[in-house]
């Protein structure tokens, strides 16, 4: 098939994208950091309830530190940042200003709205034991983060989703408060080291894909 050269662009940062392992400890400018930020806000999120929160990890103790509770893994250290993707917990436990805030948000003065959006949203949440309500909440980060990889590879840059960590001993070192937040995911960002020594695997466009 032919592609247009917006097309070709778009696969050739997807084929340029892979999970780097270790970084080369340079600095991505500020005006493309700022790019993958934004990318990550404008990613989508259940209800558009946009529960994700990022933490940006600059400092080089705290790098070193959660280096150490991510099974010593290069990425941490080798990046030029290290976001941490937390979710939030509190907020979403009905009644909820929060939940309150962003519905109102969208609907303004639309009261019928309103009420039918939150009724819709509440029942979602109050289905929900309190474990499901960690997971659904936690599983939203990984829209933003692929939203972010995705755009930092059209830069050049390389990423790698991180979930070998261990989660209490992050957030004791972030000093979150797991009732309110829990982190998710870890994405260090940078320009790898090296290139990839093996080629980008994948399944056959036809294995993959069926059109019914």
Known sequence: MQYTTIQNQILE??????ACKEFNGAKIPQEDLE??????????????????????????????????ASFNQK?????????VFVGLIGALRTPSNYIDTMIR???????????AYKKAIESKINSLSDVELIHWS????????????????????????????????????LG???FREQVSLIVPFGYRKAQPTQPKIRLNYDELIKFI
């Not at 948000?105 to 009420?115: C, F, I, L, S, V």
């Not at 983060?145 to 209490?168: H, N, T, V």
């Open 13 to 18: 940062a997807m084929r340029f994208r892979y």
């Open 35 to 68: 790019v993958i930020l934004q990318a990550g806000l404008l990613a989508p999120s259940s209800f558009g309830l946009e529960h994700t929160r990022l933490l940006v990890v600059q400092d080089t103790e705290v790098k070193k530190t959660l280096q150490e």
């Open 75 to 83: 990425q941490i250290t080798t990046s030029s940042e290290v976001v």
């Open 105 to 115: 948000r969208k609907t303004g003065k639309d009261e019928a709205q309103y009420q």
């Open 138 to 173: 936690l599983k939203q980060s990984y829209l933003m983060a692929q939203a972010m990889m995705d755009a930092a590879a059209f830069l050049g840059i390389d990423s790698c989703p991180m979930e070998g960590f261990d989660k209490k001993a992050v957030e004791r070192i």
């Open 176 to 178: 979150i408060d797991s």
